[in-house]
């Protein structure tokens, strides 16, 4: 069962405009809510969390935005800038363990 | 601080052979991971470790697959013998002491199994 989904495979935005990065999930026992940026050949980084308790996190050009009811959280990228090109992925943690749960991704591609 | 360091980078071998991948974690951390990642899905935990302890190989396919971490430092995972699902990157990943979410990746083993 796929508990974490991304259900976007790719995304293409143009350079200085706003990328919106989705997910959903169904277990409502995630406590924390990550995501993961990864280039061709690397291992994913780590890009910016948000805890179950909060709705929103913001991190320079990038926020998170989390909706409980809806179980569904957002990255937003803005502006984004051709090193944003990447896939990312969104991760969520089980309360009380340290297991991550991954999406499949979502390839985003900043055209110039 | 250096990252965590996984060898080899590549590997390509035939199905029925034995396959074994290196991971050195980030200095002080006690949680060390393995993941496998198929081509256009998401890393899936294999194995988690707490010190020399496991903590979940829930989904390690113990029929074929075997991981150790001797010491609480290095780890080894092995493949005898592959199949061709077996293809796919592995990655080692590590965790500060504490409970922390955020998890360090290594650069991964890519395994071609043909």
């Known amino acids: 069962d796929q508990q974490v989904k991304q259900n976007s495979p790719s995304l293409s935005v143009q350079e200085g405009r706003i990328s919106i990065l989705n997910c959903d999930y169904t277990?409502?026992?995630?406590?924390?809510f990550l995501w993961y940026k990864k280039y061709p050949a690397e291992g994913p980084t780590f890009l910016i969390s948000?805890?179950?308790?909060?709705d929103k996190n913001e991190d320079g050009r990038f926020t998170v935005f989390l909706n409980k009811s809806a179980k569904h959280l957002s990255l937003h990228i803005v502006p984004s800038q051709p090193g944003d090109s990447a896939v990312y992925f969104c991760?969520?943690?089980?309360?009380?363990?340290?297991?991550?749960?991954f999406g499949q991704g979502t390839r985003l591609t900043i055209n110039p | 601080e250096a990252g965590v360091a996984q060898s080899p980078r590549y590997k390509i071998i035939e199905k029925r052979q034995s396959v074994a991948f290196w991971c050195n974690p980030i200095?002080?951390?006690?949680?060390l991971y393995w993941y496998q990642q198929i081509l256009g899905q998401g890393p899936k935990l294999l194995i988690q470790?707490?010190?020399?302890?496991?903590?979940?190989d829930s989904q390690l396919p113990k029929d074929r697959f075997s991981a150790e971490r001797l010491k609480g430092v290095d780890s080894t995972l092995k493949i005898q013998p592959a199949k061709l699902e077996d293809s796919a990157v592995y990655l080692c990943?590590?965790?500060?002491?504490?409970?922390?979410?955020?998890?360090?990746f290594g650069p991964g083993t890519r395994l071609t199994v043909t």
């Open positions: 200095s002080g951390h006690a949680t």
């Open positions: 470790f707490q010190n020399n302890g496991v903590v979940d």
């Open positions: 948000i805890s179950s308790i909060k």
């Open positions: 990943a590590s965790s500060a002491p504490g409970g922390s979410y955020e998890q360090y």
């Open positions: 991760a969520a943690r089980l309360q009380g363990a340290q297991k991550l749960v």
């Open positions: 277990n409502s026992m995630f406590d924390y």
